[in-house]
């Protein structure tokens, strides 16, 4: 078995940002050498997201809209007790989720054709921290 | 370690469709002679979705509703924009993820007595394909 | 490869209820000897989940007050002609997800600082089980 482990760290310019991904995680799988087995990507905080979905700017405005729709800035989440404001950005997470796998076959991420990977940043302007391990032989 | 992969193509009848996975997904299992391990199922399309639940027909039609609801389809998404009429269905599958790993314990999929893994196509009526990786000893 | 396997059993005093999974989680990976790879932690119900957030008092009622907002209990789901009453526990199960991967790396749960992995019930007061399946090496 193989395995292979990588950090990544973003800080974000506004609070709420899509990342694409999938080119560097082409970048690790290629370090990797692993041929056959899966990729988990998965954000190492529980603010910010990962998925799978379409690179189109149109959609990533409506998912943005549909996100706060269904998860909504606002006030009085009882998490601010706390003295942080941000409780949307941990109930988009759940929504979004927190990781994928992506699978490997033949020493590539075996992603359909229009499928990327994301990272959902909903509480950025600071370092974050998401993990890669793929794993395989 | 041993891997197995297979594709499976869907080409629904309606453009929302739920397709029950469990036995095509013991069929392979018992192909690939994996005794321990995961099996990663995953949609390759960004307008379809996997999940573990119940085969009860009352509640696919609650998920049905429950879908709309959240995750409406109408007119006026941004990505509708480059002529397709779908931001729903990136939607609903964003809700409903697009893959589930089962455990494989034994040689059975190690699934509770009421889950079943289902295909829910948000926007069918044309080939989709979805990966089925095992990876174990 | 090296995998372990062990369930869990929860029986809640209340209907809906989050248990706290992580340190048990950590005792299972000491048990395993897996030193990378990663832990599927899976719910083997329908009406159940498994996420990963803060361990934040405010924040767990916050989590509540949006899955009752966005998956409300209620009289009228078609699943109740069954004889059931847990519609909305069905459809949080499908909000939450039922299953996360916790990456392992040199012999630790490899999560940030504020993950917690934990289970959340939502028709409780039965026995219900859980998987945790370790994999690696």
Sequence with gaps: MRSHTEYM??????????????????????????????????????????????????????????????APFKADYLHHRTGEDNGDAHLKSMLVHHEVIVPITAGRLDLGTWQRVFYAEFDGQRDKRLIVKGMGE
């Design 9 to 70: 760290v973003f800080r974000t310019k506004k609070r709420r940002e899509l990342v694409h991904l999938t080119p560097r995680l082409e970048t690790i799988l290629e370090k990797s050498g692993i041929r056959e087995g899966m990729m988990l990507v998965s954000a190492m905080h529980i603010t910010a997201g990962v998925f799978v979905n379409d690179d189109e700017p149109g959609l990533h405005q409506d998912i943005w809209t549909w996100l706060e729709q269904l």
